[in-house]
């Protein structure tokens, strides 16, 4: 996938580390919120530290690479729920392949689900706490 950057006069609601239910431990992900879309982008790190120790695993920062992992517009988000404390389900709108689910470990899962709802629906609340965030 493509890397993650801010279209013209998009503003970040707010950025959240958060683990992939299915992903690998090494890899690093993070939930964006935007005032016009939800991103998950991924960062993946080359095992060099797990072969070679602290000298591998320093070489291997320069070597990380962060993408889109999962992206979803304000028009096409369909739900998002806790599944326990500290899971977060979220679905587009979308049927068979045009549908984008993706489940993450977030803290506060059933705050970030009902906010998720909010900004959904477009309520002015949700976006009224963006930041301009220059490119």
């Known amino acids: 996938m493509a890397k993650f950057r801010l279209m013209e ?7 959240k ?3 992939n239910v299915a992903g690998e431990l ?8 935007t005032e016009r879309r939800i991103v998950v982008t991924r960062t993946r790190r080359p095992a060099l530290g797990a072969i070679f120790g602290i ?3 320093l070489i291997g920062e320069g070597f990380k690479d962060t993408r889109i992992e999962y992206e979803i517009v304000r028009e096409k988000f369909g739900s998002a729920e806790a599944t326990s404390n500290n899971e ?3 679905r587009s709108t979308g049927e068979g392949y045009l549908l984008i689910h993706f489940d993450v470990r977030i803290k506060d ?3 970030w689900a009902e906010r998720l709802q909010r900004w ?14 220059k490119r």
């Open 109 to 111: 899962a059933a705050a």
């Open 17 to 19: 580390r958060v683990r």
């Open 55 to 57: 000298l591998g695993a």
């Open 9 to 15: 006069g998009e503003q970040v609601i707010e950025r």
């Open 120 to 133: 959904g629906a477009g309520e002015a609340s949700e976006v009224a706490t963006a930041t301009v965030v």
């Open 88 to 90: 977060l389900d979220v």
């Open 26 to 33: 090494r890899d690093d992900y993070e939930l964006i919120l």
